[in-house]
């Protein structure tokens, strides 16, 4: 009795992780009128994007904070031990992970 206690919990604990990664909520962003490349980082500190410059070079890293002309770029991607300070304006798009499947 004991164990098909342990089994049945075992399980429905497994299914409990299971479910919630396959019905995970994608997250949601919202593009608010006016809002610049500076907003957009803003939202994104703390957290991993790749950006990619005006002369088409693509850069992965943690944003780790925003000025008014520059942004700090941290754990950069294939360059261990490095991080990036990158102007504002030089920055064409923001690119952000949404959703894992």
């Known amino acids: 009795m004991a164990t098909t206690r342990i ?18 909520e994608e997250t949601k962003f919202d ?30 890293g943690t944003v780790t904070k925003v000025g008014d002309q520059l942004v700090h770029i941290s754990k950069l991607s294939r360059r261990d031990f490095y991080d990036a300070v990158v102007r504002l304006d030089k920055i064409n798009a923001v690119i952000v992970k949404m959703r894992d499947k």
């Open 31 to 60: 593009l608010t009128t006016g809002a610049g490349i500076k907003d957009v980082l803003k939202e994104q500190t703390g957290k991993r994007v790749s950006i990619r410059l005006d002369a088409g070079e693509e850069m992965e």
């Open 7 to 24: 089994v049945v919990a075992v399980l429905t604990l497994a299914f409990c992780l299971m479910a919630s990664q396959i019905f995970a």
